[in-house]
């Protein structure tokens, strides 16, 4: 007379649907990405220490020129003999040059969009490779795929994953420029 178990059940059944998928899509948004490169930071004894930023260093191998500038904050710029690869930062506000910029909200998402030149598109940069200290994220390098290799790196400083620098090399290259990222240390 007015009740019908088929009802209860399926409600029961849609409800259970619509919750496990909702918590399948949480899920999936905080996961990492599928096998990311990951390398320890550690110093290079053949290579020399230098200012990257007011409080870290970081190592070249021979033949890297440039170096850490600045009056009002720093600024930043190497490049290997050839010109293939170039790593720096330049973040200004017009008054003053910053150690670091933007902030990186989620430092396990998979790709960021970066305007790596001013005035120019946002570029795709699908493509990371983690940093670690005793086992904890220290820094996340994002770059494209492309045989012209360009990417930003952001560095843990004060709790927060910042970016520190954008590196402009080539595919061939990119097992140099993270043996010189993993050298990165805080003074």
């Known amino acids: 007379m007015g009740c019908h178990p ?14 496990g998928s909702v ?3 949480c899920e999936k948004n905080d996961e990492r ?19 990257f930023k007011s409080n870290y260093t970081i190592q070249f191998p021979a033949g890297y ?7 009002e904050g720093n ?8 010109g293939t690869t170039q790593i720096g930062y ?13 902030t990186l909200t989620n430092p396990l998402q998979a790709a960021i969009l970066s305007i790596l ?10 493509h990371r490779v983690e940093f670690t200290s ?14 012209s290799l360009k990417g930003v790196l952001f560095w843990k400083d004060e709790g927060y994953f910042k970016e520190a620098a954008t590196v402009e090399s080539t595919m061939q290259n990119l097992p140099e420029v993270i043996n010189i990222f993993k050298t990165i240390k805080a003074k």
């Open 134 to 147: 005793n086992n904890q994220l220290t820094g996340v390098l994002y770059h494209d795929n492309a045989a």
């Open 90 to 102: 330049f973040y200004s506000n017009g008054v003053y040059c910053a150690d670091f910029r933007d």
């Open 6 to 19: 088929e009802k209860p059940t399926m409600k029961r059944l849609l409800l259970a649907a619509i919750f």
């Open 117 to 126: 030149v001013y005035n120019q598109s946002p570029v795709l940069l699908s």
């Open 75 to 82: 600024t930043f710029h190497k490049k290997d003999a050839g």
């Open 33 to 51: 990405p599928a096998a990311p490169q990951s390398y320890e930071v550690m110093q290079n004894p053949a290579w020399t220490a230098e200012s």
């Open 65 to 71: 020129t440039g170096k850490m500038q600045g009056f």
């Open 23 to 25: 918590l399948t899509s």
